[in-house]
């Protein structure tokens, strides 16, 4: 039983964005002033999400690089204006991103192509949808019907342009090969976070992805809107749209290298694990539900996300309330929400 770290590669910017919906995780989470939260770091976003809601904040990670880059979006929260923010991130158009970068204090160390471009732009997984908008997709479906698939439309005719327009034979056979284990293995994320997938991975993301072009509204998505144009355009997450509540809070964010269970001392009120026990061996998985809930206040809530392996059993499961956050989750490729409490 090897542990993630020997496994995967952790030197690289994986997520230069946080990946799941963060105002799904809030409304689970509860985030106030006098709570204190256990946070996967990843790129920061859901971390920034619930220190506007006035929480402290412990966020750790296993990337020295995902710190880096946490570390550098926290410095341009904390003295850049608003529009000047998404300017150097790279959501908005911002001349001589570089020498804001120089003027920043803040430690890490980025390359210059990197910082030009925008960080938001900078992870593996990124690049993954990039080839995706720029080699695949164009094969299928041209910029006209991306637009039209983004695009406010009632249920209804969302579901019939899905029906009529989009869910032609040659999505379907791109969508099998592109989001295949192998792909998005060797492309997007890492061959050993599918080690404990079972079944067609591409089959499942693809039911998700028709749920979130149909059911939910693409044109208020943040996480479809980047996908298929490679910015959040107008569509923020949420830590974007909270700048200033996140600025306010920045001195109760720690950040941590090293496993969520090695950074959970003190106790806590609220863990945001993303979907870390997806690839985590099911005997290592129980070993850190035990870590993680002798941390634990009485009704501490545990959020997490399965992608394609299910698992569970934290504390006593919310069930009601994690199917309906669930069902309005705009990162739509996730096959279950997880919402536990703390006896």
């Known amino acids: 039983m090897t542990r993630i770290d020997e496994r995967a590669r952790f030197d690289i910017i994986r997520y230069a964005n946080s990946w799941e919906d963060a105002d799904v995780l ?12 256990l946070a996967i770091a990843s790129a920061g976003d859901n971390a920034f999400a619930l220190l506007a809601g006035g929480a402290e904040v412990v966020a ?23 529009d000047s923010v998404l300017g150097f991130l790279g959501v908005s158009e911002m001349r001589n991103r570089w020498g804001v970068y120089q ?18 732009h900078a992870g593996r997984f990124e690049n993954y949808f990039r080839i995706f908008r720029k ?15 983004l695009a406010e439309k009632s249920r209804d005719e969302r579901q019939r342009f899905y029906d009529n327009e989009w869910n032609t ?12 284990r192998f792909v998005m293995g060797r492309t997007g994320r890492d061959p050993e976070f599918f080690r ?19 059911v939910l509204a693409p044109h208020a998505n943040p996480y479809m809107t980047f996908i298929f144009t490679g910015n959040y355009r107008n569509v923020l997450p949420r830590y974007l749209r909270e700048l200033d509540a996140v600025r306010a809070n920045l001195d109760k964010l720690t950040l941590v290298q090293g496993s969520i269970e090695d950074a959970a001392t003190g ?30 206040n009485p009704n501490a809530r545990f959020a997490y996300w399965n992608l394609l392996v299910p698992r569970s059993g934290l504390g006593t499961p919310l069930e009601a309330e994690a199917r309906a956050l669930f069902a309005r989750d705009n990162a739509f490729f996730y096959s279950a929400f997880v919402l536990e409490e703390h006896a």
């Open 26 to 37: 809030v409304d689970a989470l509860r985030p106030a002033p006098g709570k204190r939260m």
């Open 60 to 82: 750790a990670d296993l990337s020295a690089a995902q710190l880096a880059l946490v570390e550098l979006k926290r410095a341009a929260i904390r003295q850049l204006d608003n």
């Open 103 to 120: 003027s920043l204090n803040t430690t890490g160390e980025f390359d210059r192509e990197v910082i030009e471009r925008g960080i938001i």
């Open 135 to 149: 080699w695949v997709l164009p094969l299928v479906h041209s910029k006209r019907d991306v637009e039209k698939l």
């Open 169 to 180: 034979w040659r999505w379907r056979a791109m969508f099998r090969v592109f989001f295949s």
């Open 196 to 214: 404990y997938v079972e079944g067609s991975v591409a089959d499942r993301i693809f039911k998700r992805a028709e749920y979130a072009a149909t």
């Open 267 to 296: 106790t806590f009120d609220g863990f945001y694990l993303s979907d870390i026990f997806e690839y985590i061996d099911p005997a290592i998985t129980r070993a850190i539900f035990e870590r993680l809930r002798a941390h634990a």
